[in-house]
Every structure is written in C-alpha cells, then in structure tokens.
C-alpha cells in the first residue's frame, strides 16, 4: 500500500563505496581542451591562459602567422579555433593549463557531488582565484549544464570589471608620472635654494672677517692717536679713554661676531635639512621610476584574460620574464581592492599566493598558519600594522624565513619587490618539450 522508503546507507560498505568514488575521482584526469562546449572556448582561453603563454607556445609550436607582429585578437582568436582539435597547439594549451593550475585542479577533485563542486567555485570566485577554477570546473567529470553557464556569466562580468581595472591602473600610472613631474621640480628648487644658501653663507663668512679687520684697524688708530697725546703731556684720564674706546671696538666686534657665528649655524642647519630632504625625494623619485616601469611593462600581461582588446594589450612575450619556481608568497597588510592583483601577479610567475589582512578582520592565529607555509613573506611599510609586522619579523626570524618589505601597497612596489626574489624565466622551464608533446598525443 505504501512505498517503501529507503534508509540512508551508513554500513561500513557504504563508507567504503563512497571512499572508492572519492579516490577514483582524485585520479580523473581533467576534460581536454578540445571535448569541452565550443560556445566556452573563448573564455577559456582569454581566462586562463596570458597572452604572454600564448606567445610563447606559439613559438614553441613553430606557429606562423605570416607577419612578425600579430595583434593580441588575432593571436587570441587562432588559438580559440586550435583548442578546438586534438592537434599539436591544443595538446600544447592543455598541457600549460595542466601544469600551471596542478594545484586547483587537485583542490576540485575533492569534490563528490554537484554542490560541492559548486561550493568550491563559489570560494575561489570569493577568493579571486577565478583562472583556474573556471578551467577545473568545466574540465571536471561533475559539472552540469547549469553550472557551466552560471560559471560563464559570473567570469563574462568580471571581464567588464578587469577592463575597468585596467583603465584604472593606466590613470595610476598618469597619475605617478605626473607626480614624478613634480618632484623634480622640487628637486630642482631645493637644488637652488642650497645653492642660494651657500651664497648668503659665503658672503656672511666676507662680512665677518671684514668686521675683525675693521676692528683691528680701529684699534690700531686708537693707539697711534692716544701716542701723539702722550707726546706731549700723557695722563691717567687720557688713558682711561683709550683703553674705554678699545674696549667699545671689542665688544662691538665681539658682537658682530656672535650674531654672524649664530646666522651661520642656523643656516648650516638648514643646509643639512635640504641636503636630507633632497636625499629622500631622490630615493623616492628613483623607487616610483622603477615602479612606473615595472607597471608599464608588466600590467598588459596581466590583462590577457580580457577577451576584447581593451585599450590596446602589449602583445611583448618578455612582459612577465620571472618564475618564483612554485613559491609561496604570503602577503601581509595592503589593500582588499588589490588582492587579486597580487594573486595574478604571483600565479602568473609561477608561484602560489597566500594573504592575511595584517588582524583588521582575521586572526593572528591564522597568520601563523599561513606563515608555516609560506617561503617568503612580503608586507607594504605604508599599509599595515605594527604588531602584524613585529609578529612577522618574529616569526620569520625564528623559521629562517625571508621576509621582504615593500615602499607602499601599490601593485609596481610589490612587482619590484619580487623581482628581487624571482628567478628570470626561461622558455625551456615554462613550456613542455617535444618528447612530452608526443607522449601525451
């Protein structure tokens, strides 16, 4: 009369069939390039891979495109088609995609069921960890259509706000170089004003010693006139003026002396104080110069997941020429609005990136965790706290841990700052070789 119901299976053979579905699932290999929907294809190559990795498998594929510059869409479009075929170039994406998100795609095979796999996205995309969770959730055997297409849109929009970003970052940069403008023109004054000062210094110096040479000549005057006196009837009281005239021509000189020795000491002061200020904008001057030039050369890389060509990508394969070799950096401090910056700059040389927020929302228990696992730890002087700093300092102290502090939170201080650490990158170390090519037609 009634259906039977089915109790959930909670029998030991029941745990060890599900331990069997999980572990069959952290050994799948992921989807290849070329058996996932077409209609996606374009996001995920304008997500996942650089324009900066397409270059070089384009070199490493002897792909000819019969000009020596190929604007960024026409490089972004062939290789939309390529991923397309089981082809050498597709097998040569699916082998840099494999390689460079190993990481994720073994975090997503932990997944067992579709809302897991759907939990998962949803804490990178929160995390800003969007490249290679869109590729290993599209690659993975659990998705549904319905997800895909909720993925799809979520990375369509933030290519609108990445585009946004980068015209942002390009009025950063206007904004610095004039910036820099005006230093140097402060430069420049204080220049002069020292140059000023050394002047007023030298002539205070002439007037000083041209008083004591006419307070020497005023009293050798005083002498010879009070001796044609003595010449002829010499007195006490005559004497008496002498020695009073002498004695005023002394203290006058005296004075005069006193107040130029305290004009120069005020203006040897202000000296030191220009000289120190003029040391500082020059080193200031120096660091946001290499800053700007690390921005300008190093952002377009960076920008490659746009799929439009958005004010004009720098297609130069040397925009990202360092390799962290698989670092964690842990970053301390800086601004939430940056993070995923800083994410894509580490990912994108190789590297694994970890934050903690410096104890304004998370704990210092977790920033010891996070320091246990990090290589090296990076934290901006202008932007964090001083317990977060004395504790890092502390830590990595006892751990042996590099720790690197940066001029401010601005992306090019972190980039300069890691290109101290980072290895330069060659093309052997980033692109499989043909024997591995082969192996895995």
């Known amino acids: 009369m009634f259906a039977k119901c089915e109790k959930p299976c909670s029998s030991p053979q029941c745990d060890g069939e599900k331990n ?6 952290s050994r799948t290999k992921p989807k290849k390039l070329w058996e996932l929907n077409p209609s996606r294809m374009c996001s995920v190559v304008g997500t996942c891979l650089t324009l900066a990795e397409l270059q070089r498998i384009k070199r490493r ?3 000819e495109f019969g000009a020596e510059t190929v604007p960024d869409y026409d490089l972004h479009g062939y290789f939309v088609k390529a991923a397309s075929t089981n082809a050498p170039v597709g ?23 579709v809302e897991h796999l759907r939990a998962l996205w949803q804490g990178a995309l929160a995390d800003g960890d969007v490249a290679g969770a869109y590729w290993a959730l599209l690659a993975h055997p659990l998705v549904t259509l319905e997800l895909e297409e909720i993925a799809f849109g979520e990375v369509h929009m933030l290519s609108h706000l990445a585009g946004s970003t980068h015209r942002t970052d390009l009025k950063t940069m206007s904004k610095n170089k004039i910036e820099l403008e005006k230093l140097r023109e402060e430069l420049e004054q204080a220049r002069c004003y020292v140059w000023s000062r050394d002047r007023i210094i030298a002539g205070l110096r002439t007037e000083l010693d041209d008083s004591r040479r006419e307070a020497r000549n005023a009293a050798f005057v005083n002498i010879n006139g009070s001796s044609e006196t003595m010449g002829g009837a010499t007195s006490k009281k005559s004497l008496m003026v002498i020695i009073e005239s002498l004695r005023d021509a002394l203290n006058k000189a005296d004075k005069l002396n006193f107040g130029m020795q305290d004009a120069l000491a005020r203006k040897a002061k202000r000296i030191e104080f220009l000289e120190t200020e003029r040391y500082r904008l020059k080193e200031e001057l120096t660091a946001m110069e290499e800053e700007s030039r690390v921005l300008e050369t190093t952002i377009p890389a960076f920008m490659g997941d746009i799929c439009a060509n958005d004010g004009g990508l720098c297609p130069g394969e040397e925009a990202c020429p360092y390799d962290l070799c698989r670092k964690r950096v842990l970053y301390v401090g800086g601004r939430a609005t940056s993070v995923s910056r800083y994410r894509n700059v580490v990912e994108g040389w190789n590297g694994e990136f970890l934050h903690h927020d410096g104890g304004l929302e998370q704990s210092f228990e977790r920033l010891g965790g996070l320091l246990e696992r990090a290589d090296l730890v990076v934290f901006p002087v202008d932007c964090v706290s001083h317990a977060a700093v004395d504790h890092i300092k502390s830590r990595c102290r006892q751990n042996g841990k590099r720790l690197v502090a940066v001029r401010s939170s601005g992306l090019g201080s972190f980039m300069r700052g890691l290109q101290n650490i980072a290895a330069p990158l060659t093309e052997e170390r980033a692109l499989p070789s043909n024997a591995e090519l082969e192996y895995r037609q």
């Open 20 to 25: 069997k579905s999980r572990f069959a699932l």
């Open 61 to 63: 594929t002897k792909v």
């Open 91 to 113: 097998r040569a994406m699916q082998i840099a995609l494999e390689r460079k998100y190993t990481q994720t795609w073994k975090n997503f095979t932990q997944a067992t069921s």
